[in-house]
C-alpha cells in the first residue's frame, strides 16, 4: 500500500514538474517573434525601411562663454578729468566710432590750455635762443658751458611742449588754436570703437578721470567663443575645425570656427583654453559672457545607422525587428539584439553587425518585448 502511495505520489510531482516546464518555455519560444497584424501596423503609424549610411561627426565636448575680442570691447575714460555737463548716449545704445558721448567741463581742462600756450611759448623762446647760442658755439664765440645749458633748455621746455600736446589732442582739443589763445571749456569724449553702450554710471555732474571708467563699449561682431579643453582631447583639435555651440536657456546650435588651440593648462579651470571665431550672421545674437556648451567636430565618418525611434529597449539591451515574413492579415517579425553607438540628428550609429532585410524603422514605441 504504502509503495502504490508512493509512486502515485511522485507521479503527481513529475507531472507538475513538467506542467511548469512547458509553461516557461512556451513564452521564451514565442518571443523569438514578434507578430502585428494589419490593422495595429497601420493605427500605430508603422513604417519600414533598411540600415541607412549615415555621416557621423567625431566630437569633442567642451564648455565655455562668449568673450570679446582685444578689440571687441573698448572702457572710456577721459584723458582730462573733469565734471560731466552733458551726457549724448544711454545704456544699450548703438554708436558709431567716433560719436559724442560724453561732454567735460572744469578748471582742469582751462588750466591744461593755460600750461600748454605758456609751454607752447617757451618751446618757441627755447629754441631760438638754443639756435643763437648753437650757431656761435659752433664759430667758438661762446663756451662750451653756455651752449649746454641753453641745449638743456631747449630740450626742457620741448619735452613740456609735447607731452601737453599730446594729452590736449587725446582730448580731441585743437592745440593750434591754444597757440593762438583760444580756449574751450569743455571737450568732447568720443566713442573709440562701434558697440553697444553698457556699464554707463554717471550723470551730469559726476566728476571722471583717467582712472574712472565712464562707459563700456562692446562690439558684438568681434566677439568669440573662449572653450575649456581638458588635455587629454587637445591633441585631437586643430585650427579650422567646425564648433556647434549653444547659449544658456536655448537649445538652438549655432556655429563657429575654431580659431586658437592653447598650449598651457589654466591653473584656475586645469584645461587649456581654446578659441572660436563666431560666424557673422550669428554675431547680433551674441551676449559677452553667456556661458555655453560647444561640440568641437574632429573628424567626420560614414557608419551604419538606424532612425533612433526603430529602436526598442528590453531591460538595457537594445533591438531591431527585421521582417520575416508578411502574409495576407499580418506581419511577422524576427526581434534582433543590436549594440549602439552614437546618436545625431535623429539616427543612432550601429556597432554590432547590422541585420539584413527590412526592419520597423518608425512607430515602434509601443511594442514591448
Not at 514538474?17 to 514565442?30: G, N, R, V
Not at 561732454?103 to 590750455?113: N, R, T
Not at 600750461?115 to 618751446?123: G, K, M, P, S
Not at 549602439?340 to 553587425?353: D, V
Request: charged letters at 20%; one cysteine or more; hydrophobic letters at 35%.
Amino acid at each position: 500500500m504504502k509503495r502504490i502511495y508512493f509512486f502515485t505520489v511522485l507521479a503527481i510531482v513529475t507531472l507538475l514538474f513538467l506542467a511548469c516546464t512547458k509553461k516557461q518555455e512556451s513564452p521564451a519560444a514565442s518571443s523569438e517573434w514578434v507578430e502585428i497584424t494589419n490593422e495595429q501596423f497601420k493605427s500605430e503609424g508603422m513604417q519600414l525601411g533598411s540600415i541607412e549610411t549615415k555621416t557621423f561627426d567625431a566630437i569633442v565636448k567642451c564648455n565655455g562663454s562668449i568673450a570679446p575680442t582685444p578689440n571687441g570691447m573698448a572702457n572710456v575714460t577721459a584723458p582730462i578729468a573733469g565734471v560731466i555737463s552733458k551726457i549724448h548716449c544711454s545704456n544699450g545704445a548703438f554708436v558709431q566710432q567716433n560719436q559724442a558721448l560724453l561732454e567735460l567741463s572744469g578748471s582742469e581742462i582751462i588750466d591744461m590750455q593755460r600750461d600748454y600756450a605758456e609751454a607752447a611759448a617757451r618751446y618757441k623762446r627755447s629754441n631760438s635762443e638754443y639756435q643763437r647760442i648753437k650757431a656761435l658755439f659752433e664759430q667758438k664765440v661762446v663756451a662750451e658751458k653756455e651752449y649746454f645749458a641753453a641745449q638743456s633748455d631747449y630740450k626742457s621746455a620741448e619735452a613740456s611742449y609735447h607731452s601737453l600736446q599730446l594729452k590736449l589732442k587725446a582730448a580731441a582739443l585743437s592745440t593750434a588754436a591754444i597757440e593762438n589763445g583760444e580756449f574751450k571749456s569743455s571737450y568732447t569724449l568720443r566713442a573709440p570703437i562701434s558697440g553697444y553702450i553698457s556699464g554707463l554710471k554717471a550723470n551730469i555732474g559726476s566728476y571722471i578721470d583717467h582712472q574712472t571708467t565712464g562707459i563700456e563699449i562692446a562690439d558684438p561682431s568681434q566677439f568669440q567663443l573662449a572653450l575649456s579643453v581638458f588635455a587629454s582631447d587637445i591633441s585631437q583639435l586643430k585650427k579650422g575645425q567646425q564648433v556647434r555651440y549653444s547659449t544658456t536657456g536655448s537649445n538652438e546650435m549655432q556655429q563657429a570656427t575654431l580659431s586658437s588651440v592653447g598650449v598651457t593648462v589654466n591653473p584656475d579651470t586645469k584645461s587649456i583654453d581654446c578659441y572660436a571665431t563666431l560666424q557673422s550672421h550669428t554675431n547680433s545674437q551674441a551676449i559677452a559672457n553667456n556661458v555655453v556648451t560647444a561640440e568641437i567636430i574632429t573628424r567626420t565618418e560614414a557608419v551604419q545607422a538606424v532612425p533612433t525611434e526603430a529602436l526598442i529597449k528590453s531591460d538595457s539591451n537594445y533591438y531591431l525587428l527585421v521582417v520575416h515574413q508578411k502574409s495576407a492579415t499580418n506581419y511577422q517579425f524576427n526581434k534582433q539584439l543590436v549594440e549602439i553607438g552614437r546618436q545625431q540628428n535623429g539616427y543612432t550609429e550601429l556597432k554590432s553587425t547590422p541585420p539584413s532585410g527590412q526592419i520597423i524603422t518608425k512607430g515602434a514605441y509601443n511594442i514591448v518585448l
